[in-house]
């Protein structure tokens, strides 16, 4: 491969939570190994590969020069994401006045809501459910009506689209929100299914927010479809976000954009967003997009799928065979694992506590999967090198399961 994906890097005081966060928030960050075991960052949704050159190269650029004041982006900066999305997405008639700024895709998600609803109201969202979801909405107001996803006959997470309408109709629901494609489940939603899903919403006049953050970190076989691009109706209704971050491992930067092609709808998103006067663009993280949004940030994250997925391919397949009562799915998207440990419980007697403690005991900083609505379940970053994927895996079968 022409990148980095195999250098173990030391983040030790560099300012990377998945490290230096352990055990100082309870209930949410694993706990710190034992002596004698060296930590494997398998929690946070970042990624321990070394970024994209380009990246660097363009932040570097910037910071040499030694003025920093106030500033505008450039035509440049809207070009880059259009042409993003036009390879990557197949998306057209994107304009620079549909696309603005968020400092992230949660701050994003509170505009939206902020602009179509009053505090107070419920909101639908699918469960399991993203985390950040659940506390961004809960801390400003918001309620949640959960639609929980359901297997099909052969085990692939769908959504109740006869649930979803019950509760649309029996909470008064105007607004829901769709995770494209789905963390923590890694489902890459199919046509059908959004098509679905839109019709639904069109059917009650719902307004929809899409968070399409992971939407570069299809596994190979699968293809993200942006939500706005199923129809005329869902490209007037949809509020669609995006980012950097997730891709290229940004978050430290800060720096999302949205994209709303109906007018009324922006302006009045743009309002809400405006409110706190700080929801403004960092002069280097607008570099940065740039640096990445290049042909080498191309090139670079067709490599890096192809590192998930034999990540996740290792990973599945050890699982499977070792773990005998874990349940996991092969994700179609994102990087991470969503684990079902109910039936190895049940056969050890063990609560999920348990199997927490035993892989941070050992190092492996997993994470509790009931914040996102798993009962019996364990969310798992495979972000890093295969290496550490291996090393992980051996010390789960050895002094876990």
Avoid at 37 to 61: G, H, R, T
Avoid at 279 to 297: D, I
Wanted: proline residues 5%; contains cysteine; aromatic residues 10%.
């Amino acid at each position: 491969m022409k990148y980095d994906f195999t250098t173990i890097i030391d983040r030790r005081g560099r300012d990377a939570m998945a490290v230096d966060a352990l055990g100082s928030m309870p209930g949410f960050s694993p706990e710190k190994p034992k002596e004698g075991f060296d930590l494997i960052p398998m929690w946070v949704a970042d990624m321990n590969f070394p970024a994209l050159p380009a990246i660097s190269q363009a932040v570097i650029a910037r910071a040499q020069h030694p003025t920093y004041g106030y500033f505008q982006p450039p035509e440049k900066y809207f070009e880059a994401i259009i042409n993003w999305q036009a390879d990557r997405n197949g998306v057209t008639g994107l304009t620079k006045e549909c696309i603005g700024y968020e400092n992230g895709v949660l701050g994003g998600v509170l505009s939206a809501l902020g602009a179509v609803c009053s505090q107070g109201d419920q909101v639908l969202l699918h469960s399991p459910t993203y985390v950040g979801f659940t506390n961004c909405m809960e801390n400003c107001g918001y309620r949640i009506v959960h639609s929980p996803l359901v297997r099909d006959g052969e085990g692939i997470l769908r959504m109740d689209f006869e649930d979803m309408e019950k509760k649309l109709v029996e909470n008064q629901i105007h607004a829901a929100i769709l995770c494209s494609p789905h963390n923590p489940c890694g489902r890459v939603w199919e046509r059908w299914e959004l098509e679905q899903a839109m019709e639904l919403f069109r059917k009650h006049d719902m307004f929809v927010i899409s968070d399409e953050i992971w939407s570069d970190l299809t596994l190979p076989g699968y293809k993200h479809i942006p939500t706005q691009s199923i129809s005329e109706d869902a490209r007037r209704r949809t509020m669609a976000f995006y980012a950097p971050s997730k891709t290229f491992n940004l978050a430290g930067l800060v720096g999302s954009y949205r994209i709303i092609y109906d007018p009324w709808l922006r302006a009045r998103v743009e309002r809400e967003s405006s409110l706190s006067h700080y929801n403004n663009m960092n002069v280097l993280s607008m570099h940065a997009l740039m640096g990445a949004y290049s042909p080498e940030g191309r090139e670079w994250v067709d490599e890096l799928r192809q590192v998930i997925a034999e990540n996740v391919d290792y990973a599945v397949s050890f699982i499977r065979e070792h773990f005998q009562g874990v349940d996991v799915r092969r994700p179609q998207g994102t990087y991470m694992l969503f684990l079902d440990c109910t039936g190895w419980c049940e056969a050890h007697g063990k609560t999920i506590e348990d199997v927490l403690k035993a892989g941070w005991d050992v190092g492996v900083a997993w994470q509790d999967g009931r914040p996102f609505h798993g009962l019996c379940h364990i969310r798992m970053n495979l972000a890093l090198p295969l290496s550490r994927v291996k090393e992980a895996m051996a010390r789960l079968e050895k002094y876990v399961f």
